[in-house]
């Protein structure tokens, strides 16, 4: 997808509101291993040793194709706030795993296992 594309949406204030939305229904937690989150001008209270950078993620992908569509940019069911250790799993897991690497279960990728192909 297109840089500029990508820049204009994520910078725009519909995509902060609801970003700030999905942060404080899931109370500044990692939806998938619930450590604490840093947002800006959310949770400065929480000691910088104890968060991770959060990124709200979107389940479909966005592309060219879809990101003018609300339904899948702003729909709250197509959203979740990860950490960004979190959704690095969530991208290269794929790639790790053809070349014969898997993650432990602190979320560090090792030799290993079997090769899987995700389609």
């Known amino acids: 997808m297109s840089y500029g594309i990508r820049k204009d949406f994520y ?29 800006d001008g959310l949770s400065d209270w929480i ?25 899948i940019t702003l729909n709250e069911d197509n959203l979740e706030g990860i950490c960004k250790e979190c959704h690095e799993l969530e991208h290269h897991q794929d790639i790790a795993n053809r070349k014969g690497y898997v993650f432990d279960d602190e979320g560090q990728i090792k030799p290993g296992g079997a090769m899987r192909w995700h389609t």
């Open 47 to 71: 000691p910088k040793d104890k968060r991770r950078t959060g990124i709200v993620h979107h389940k479909i992908y966005l592309d060219n194709s879809n990101v003018y569509d609300d339904n």
């Open 11 to 39: 910078n725009s204030k519909v995509w902060k509101q609801v970003r700030k939305t999905i942060w404080l229904k899931q109370n500044l937690l990692c939806n998938r291993c619930g450590k604490p989150v840093y947002i």
